[in-house]
């Protein structure tokens, strides 16, 4: 069965300092990999996703992941946090159908000033 | 406008009264899905809908149905509401599995 795992339930940084949200997952085959992010109130946004080829996946909002098959992690980063990016972040991923998808518990992000 | 719609965005209601929670898109997508999302556990996947009159179950299908009858609307069905589903909703659709997905504004439920 596929599992996904956000190890870190809250983090906070600050405005301005580099940001990396962890996420491991669980698998048989090759995962599809997605970050979303879900501001407070608000329905989900994708920030990138990973099929295959480059390891390195540029999203929107300056955000970018790496895809990781020796660690089984696809952790997403971005090197100057801003404070509207604080929100909760879910890692996802789908099974090679594309029609069933497993989401992580969330991060929730707080930027200090 | 490209959206999903939810209706309705927020219900209250009594254990066993049967509803509906209606999920419509308006860019021909094939793909759509049910999320409920309850604190701490993040999204997790009730049903979703290849194409029309193609349905799979998610993770947690129990006490729910769907049907996909036109390609524009996926509702949820819950027969006979219970407490434990009490949570807040998602439907989302995508033009195939796997591209950019569209969500909707979520519908939360409160059962009683």
């Known amino acids: 069965a596929q599992s996904v795992t956000q190890p870190d339930i809250h983090i906070t940084v600050s405005e301005g300092a580099s940001l990396e949200l962890r996420c491991n997952y669980s698998?048989?085959?090759?995962?599809?990999l997605f970050w979303y992010v879900q501001s407070p109130g608000q329905g989900l946004q994708l920030l990138l996703k990973y099929f295959s080829g480059d390891t390195l996946v540029q999203g929107i909002k300056g955000f970018e992941a790496e895809f990781k098959r020796s660690q089984s992690s696809f952790n997403l980063r971005k090197p100057s946090v801003h404070w509207s990016d604080a929100a909760e972040y879910f890692c996802a991923v789908y099974n090679t159908n594309a029609g069933k998808s497993t989401f992580g518990d969330g991060t929730t992000l707080t930027v200090k000033p | 406008e490209a959206q999903v719609t939810q209706n309705p965005r927020y219900l209250i209601t009594v254990t066993g009264k049967k509803l509906t929670v209606t999920c419509s898109q308006n860019m021909n997508h094939e793909y759509m899905s049910w999320y409920r999302q309850d604190p701490g556990l993040g999204l997790r996947q009730i049903y979703y809908s290849m194409n029309v009159e193609v349905t799979d179950k998610g993770d947690v299908p129990e006490g729910y149905k769907v049907s996909r009858k036109e390609k524009r609307n996926f509702p949820l069905i819950l027969e006979s509401p219970s407490p434990n589903q009490t949570s807040l909703y998602f439907c989302a659709s995508s033009p195939r599995p796997l591209t950019t997905g569209f969500f909707g504004p979520g519908t939360r439920l409160t059962v009683l």
């Open positions: 698998y048989g085959a090759t995962p599809y």
